[in-house]
Nanobody, 120 residues
């Protein structure tokens, strides 16, 4: 599976962004999808994850109530809607995938990152 993320940019605190990830490859079927992020000087962390067919959804505590993950399996796309953005959300966001788990906490596939910068 190849993953291509887009949608990052510069936004003011309180604003919104939507990240998109296009998946390509032999099959998208059966893959859980998610988003990690890495802030400057910090380790990568799982932000949100959605299982195949969307039955299991996970959010990190820091983004609950503000971020929404969704997927469109017909288009092989996964999205991350980010509302009420805070400066601490500034990070490089990575689209990830894995076929072996419902929550993608140890993804087997990583896309390139897209930078989100939230100004105060």
């Amino acid at each position: 599976v190849q993953l291509q993320a887009s949608g990052g940019g510069l936004v003011q605190a309180g604003g919104s962004l939507r990240l998109s990830c296009a998946a390509s490859g032999p099959t998208f079927s059966g893959y859980a999808m998610g988003w990690f992020r890495q802030a400057p000087g910090k380790e990568r962390e799982l932000v949100a994850s959605i299982s195949w067919r969307g039955g299991t959804i996970y959010y990190a505590d820091a983004v609950k109530g503000r971020f929404t993950i969704s997927r469109d399996d017909a288009l092989n796309m996964v999205y991350l809607r980010m509302n009420s953005l805070k400066p601490e959300d500034t990070a490089v966001y990575y689209c990830v995938a894995d076929r072996a788990a419902a929550v993608v906490d140890r993804p087997g596939y990583w896309g390139q990152g897209t930078l989100v910068t939230v100004s105060s």
